[in-house]
């Protein structure tokens, strides 16, 4: 069974940083394409980052230059590291896997339960 | 940025009734559109990728169409499990969501 949990969020000082976990299991990561999905407060969903099997990484434009995605093979783990945190990145974290169906290729089948970071002073 | 637009913002539904949400891109995104619920807490859920396969799992009252720019997602008869927010997701060119639509109880 696919599973993927996520941990490390909490409160930060804005300028702050906060590295955020997916542990997966049922499948293995560095196979995968796997991306950040983050949800603010009452809003909709943003995509953050990806990093693909390969091992190329891309961010959103919001956060280039101050989020970096990587995985641990070893743990079959996601990582995201958040520097220079921002008010208006408050958000619900989501970890989400690229779907493994060739047809389905670009979207995200699974998506891990969210880990919560609230950026205020 | 391929900008996602859905309508309406809310839907007001009864029980059995059919929904329909739409979808519109900024530009064409092919037929690389997924369409994903998402109920109060909970993580979202794929529900149709490539604008109109079913995922995994998915029940048949749930059906997807278009291609291009204009996206439709039909829910057939819905059930009180089916009430929550819908967003419509490009993955063409990156990836953009829309704002959602929340289908609620009528």
């Known amino acids: 069974e696919v599973q993927l949990v996520e941990s490390g969020g909490g409160l930060v000082q804005p300028g702050g940083s906060l590295r955020l976990s997916c542990a997966a299991s049922?499948?293995?990561?560095?196979?995968?394409?796997m991306s950040w999905v983050r949800q603010a407060p009452g809003k909709g969903l943003e995509w953050v980052s990806v990093i693909y099997s390969g091992g190329s990484t891309y961010y959103a434009d919001s956060v280039k230059g101050r989020f970096t995605i990587s995985r641990d093979n070893s743990k079959n783990t996601l990582y995201l590291q958040m520097n220079s945190l921002r008010a208006e990145d408050t958000a619900v974290y989501y970890c989400?896997?690229?779907?493994?169906?060739?047809?389905?290729?670009?979207?995200?089948?699974?998506w891990g339960q969210g880990t919560l970071v609230t950026v205020s002073s | 940025e391929i900008v996602m637009t859905q309508s309406p913002a809310t839907l007001s539904v009864s029980p059995g009734e059919r929904a329909t949400l739409s979808c519109r891109a900024s530009q064409s995104v092919s037929s690389n559109l997924a369409w994903y619920q998402q109920k109060p807490g909970q993580a979202p859920r794929l529900l149709i990728y490539g604008a109109s396969t079913r995922a995994t799992g998915i029940p048949a009252r749930f059906s997807g169409s278009g291609s291009g720019t204009e996206f439709t997602l039909t829910i057939s008869s819905l059930q009180s499990e089916d009430f929550a927010v819908y967003y419509c997701q490009q993955y063409n060119n990156w990836w953009t969501f829309g704002q959602g639509t929340k289908v609620e109880i009528k």
């Open positions: 989400a896997r690229g779907a493994v169906a060739a047809s389905a290729r670009g979207a995200f089948d699974y």
């Open positions: 049922g499948f293995t990561v560095s196979s995968n394409y």
